[in-house]
């Protein structure tokens, strides 16, 4: 039987922003067996690789290569020929200063097949991210791309005289440690010292920076801000274009960074409304939820639905189980005809109601005591009651219920998984934490067990969520309803 052949796609992660990641990378990405990756890919991208890849870091970023170059073209040549889908995962553009064309070249000698799927440059977004156009008709009509890391050994310099003569703007990637020698070479060859020039660090992200002056007098101004890699050197005539045409730093969120450790399924509505705020988010999920391996109890249940009243739902991820498991058995939503619903909250309600089910129940305090008590003063005797949760559920659902004398079956439908695998570990640039749950916090602990809990700014999504932080001795703020519209206006108060 002839091996399986492997392949190689050679894809641009862009400049940082997870936004500005082609759809076309993304389900690459996600249809990969391995991924070899640089440190300049952002954490947001790194997200999406599905927890079962295999992930390959090459280390490389401007200025540090702890694997050589030939290192990894063997590496992506020894992975394909295991029949592997490998995806090199580079920042910006492979061909664009990337060394994607070094990289193809072992891959055409043993004729492994191969795509290039182009990323957004730095080159054009950066200064874009920070006001910045690189043409205008009136100051700019043309755009230079140059890099100001030169190859290791190679002493050359650039023809100044050249792009002194050029009219339009001159852009240099990599351009920090070059930054004095480049603005000199400009001088020496005549360019007037007042001609506009920018720094443009951690372009894209939520803690980029830039420094707008001059040839002259940028050298010395970057150093006193501090500036440092990754970033680029603009000069041109449009680099003061940035004091009016800045934007990504007032969006409300515009220079915070959060993280969110929901399951990596259910954080995409607390994500998009961040991101909407101009928030970086980096998804930490702390907890993954699995279906409990032996649910038996469920699906007799379901099989004999015309014995209950109500269904009440303590999560999200507990009705998900239910309505995946009523599909198993290949019953509809005709099968609920008769069966009132109860739910602790707006996350779990907006569940039912993606199915065409709206609760007859809710609690104007999302927790499970206040939905147990209510639950047992609405519930008639003998009505019978299916609690389908997890299987470490507290008993402040089912205690009001048992003092109640309530009929119900108690069912652990699913598993948490606490302090799953994460590629994006918690750093000190992270501004603040999501948290939705108790065990987000368990998790996100186990996770980061070296970090202080007192340096992590906490916010969480209720009183039970709150409690559990505490015991780390996190002091989190706390969001006024268990519900993700609360909790992102608490994160935006916090951040303020």
Not at 197 to 222: F, N, Y
Not at 264 to 269: D, H, T, Y
Not at 299 to 322: K, N
Request: proline letters at 6%.
């Amino acid at each position: 039987m002839k091996e399986k052949q492997g392949k190689v796609w050679l894809v641009g992660a862009g400049p940082g922003d997870e936004g500005l990641f082609t759809l076309k990378g993304k389900a690459i990405l996600e249809s990969a067996d391995v991924v070899v990756y640089d440190k300049l890919v952002g954490q947001g991208i790194m997200a999406m690789i599905p927890s079962y890849v295999r992930k390959i870091s090459v280390g490389k970023e401007s200025g540090y290569h702890p694997i050589p170059q030939e290192e990894i073209n063997r590496i992506l040549l020894k992975e394909a020929q295991k029949g592997n889908r490998v995806v090199r995962l580079k920042g910006g553009d492979p061909f664009v200063f990337g060394r994607g064309g070094e990289e193809l070249e072992l891959l055409c000698e043993h004729g492994i097949p191969f795509e290039i799927v182009p990323g957004i440059t730095s080159a054009v977004a950066v200064p874009a991210y920070s006001g910045i156009p690189v043409t205008h008709r009136d100051w700019s009509s043309s755009v230079h791309i140059f890099t100001g890391h030169r190859k290791k050994g190679k002493e050359e310099e650039l023809n100044y005289k050249v792009l002194v003569s050029l009219e339009g703007t001159l852009i240099f990637l990599m351009g920090v440690s070059a930054m004095a020698e480049i603005c000199r070479g400009l001088l020496k060859e005549g360019m007037n010292p007042q001609t506009p020039a920018a720094i443009l660090q951690q372009g894209t992200c939520a803690h980029q920076r830039r420094v707008v002056s001059t040839v002259e007098k940028l050298p010395e101004e970057a150093r006193t801000a501090g500036i440092g890699r990754p970033a680029i050197l603009v000069i041109g005539k449009v680099c003061p274009l940035a004091e009016k045409f800045h934007w990504a730093e007032d969006r409300p969120l515009g220079t915070k960074k959060i993280a969110v450790t929901r399951p990596r399924s259910r954080s995409s509505a607390l994500a998009d409304k961040l991101k909407e705020l101009g928030a970086e988010v980096v998804l930490m999920p702390a907890i993954s939820i699995e279906p409990a391996s032996d649910n038996r109890r469920l699906h007799e249940a379901i099989a004999d639905l015309r014995a209950y009243r109500w269904i009440t739902f303590t999560s999200p991820a507990g009705a998900d189980v239910f309505f995946n498991a009523m599909r198993e058995q290949k019953k509809d939503i005709r099968s609920l005809t008769g069966i009132r619903f109860a739910v602790i909250g707006k996350g779990t309600a907006k569940v039912l109601e993606e199915r065409g089910i709206f609760p007859d129940l809710m609690p104007q305090e999302y927790s499970g005591r206040a939905l147990g008590e209510l639950l047992a003063e609405t519930a008639a005797p003998g009505e019978k009651i299916l609690l389908p949760r997890a299987d470490i559920g507290t008993e402040e659902v089912t205690a009001p219920l048992q003092e109640a004398g309530a009929d119900f079956d108690d069912i652990p439908v699913y598993h948490t998984v606490e302090g799953e695998e994460t590629v994006s570990p918690y750093d000190s640039s992270v501004d603040c934490v999501a948290f939705t749950s108790a065990s987000t916090v368990r998790g996100f602990m186990k996770q980061n067990p070296d970090i202080d809990p007192k340096s992590v700014n906490a916010v969480c999504i209720g009183a039970q969520t709150a409690k559990e932080a505490e015991k780390y001795g996190m002091k989190p703020a706390v969001s006024a309803e268990a519900a993700i519209e609360s909790l992102t206006e608490k994160i935006q108060e916090v951040l303020s």
